[in-house]
Nanobody, 123 residues
Framework: QVQLVESGGGLVQAGGSLRLSCAAS????????MGWFRQTPGKEREFVAA????????YDSGFVKGRFTISRDNAKNTVDLQMNSLKPEDTAVYFC????????????????WGQGTQVTVSS
């Protein structure tokens, strides 16, 4: 069992930056692929980025390439999402997730989810 808690969301102007953090508790955090997803009202949960258990391999969606960076610290049981050059369309609730798949972009590949943190980007 893994419990996930996200933090770091907030309101930022377009072009600004935010750093989201996900703190994990429970056993075997370092064995899970960790992912970030986002969701807006009425839409499906959307893949943002993922990182392998070792931190060596990262995966991201096309719309965040060059702007968002995922990283993890297995000693601290945390995974972060650094978001730069934010756009109003990045506004969403961002979720952290843990799973066994290799960087899967599908929500069903992840077993554990946090409650989410709101990110709002004003124009």
């Amino acid at each position: 069992q893994v419990q996930l808690v996200e933090s770091g969301g907030g309101l930022v102007q377009a072009g600004g930056s935010l750093r989201l953090s996900c703190a994990a508790s429970g056993r075997a955090f370092s064995t899970y692929t960790m992912g970030w997803f986002r969701q807006t009202p009425g839409k499906e949960r959307e893949f943002v980025a993922a990182i392998s258990w070792s931190g060596v391999t990262t995966y991201d969606s096309g719309f965040v390439k060059g702007r968002f960076t995922i990283s993890r610290d297995n000693a601290k049981n945390t995974v972060d999402l650094q978001m730069n050059s934010l756009k109003p369309e990045d506004t969403a609730v961002y979720f952290c997730a843990a799973g066994r798949g290799r960087g899967s972009q599908l929500p069903r590949a992840y077993d554990y989810w946090g409650q989410g943190t709101q990110v709002t980007v004003s124009s």
